[in-house]
C-alpha cells in the first residue's frame, strides 16, 4: 500500500501563484511514475502533469508553460508550481501513483485532494 498526503491548496488571485506538495508513504518501491489531476464538481478528473520513473514528464494542453512537475526522491516528494494561475484552475487537485508490483499487477493510487481556488 502508498499513501500520498498533499498540501499546498488554497485561495490565490488570478496570476498568483501556488505550489502543491504530496509526499509518498509505505510501499514506495513499487510506484512507477507520479502526477497531478484535477477535478471540478460533476466533471471528470483530468490529467495536469505527471513524472514517469524515469523523470520523462508530461503536461496538460491547458497548462501552457505554466505549471512545472518536480520530484525530490530523498523525501518521496512530488511538487507542482504553479504560476499565472486562471479562475478556471479553480478545482481539487490530486495526487497520484502509478503501481506496479514484480507480479505485473498495476494500478493507481490516489491522495484526498487539496483545493485551489482562483478569484478573479
Known amino acids: 500500500q502508498v499513501q500520498l498526503v498533499e498540501s499546498g491548496g488554497g485561495l490565490v488571485q488570478a496570476g498568483g501563484s501556488l505550489r502543491l506538495s504530496c509526499r509518498a508513504s509505505g510501499s514506495i518501491w513499487t510506484i512507477s511514475g507520479m502526477g497531478w489531476y484535477r477535478q471540478v464538481a460533476g466533471r471528470q478528473r483530468e490529467l495536469v502533469a505527471s513524472?514517469?520513473?524515469?523523470?520523462?514528464?508530461e503536461y496538460a494542453n491547458f497548462v501552457k508553460g505554466r505549471f512545472t512537475i518536480s520530484r525530490d526522491d530523498a523525501a518521496n516528494t512530488v511538487h507542482l508550481a504553479m504560476n499565472n494561475l486562471e479562475p478556471e484552475g479553480t478545482a481539487v487537485y490530486y495526487c497520484?501513483?502509478?503501481?506496479?508490483?514484480?507480479?505485473?499487477?498495476?494500478?493507481?493510487?490516489w491522495g484526498r485532494g487539496t483545493q485551489v481556488t482562483v478569484s478573479s
Open positions: 497520484q501513483a502509478e503501481y506496479r508490483y514484480s507480479s505485473g499487477a498495476n494500478g493507481d493510487y
Open positions: 513524472m514517469a520513473d524515469d523523470g520523462t514528464t
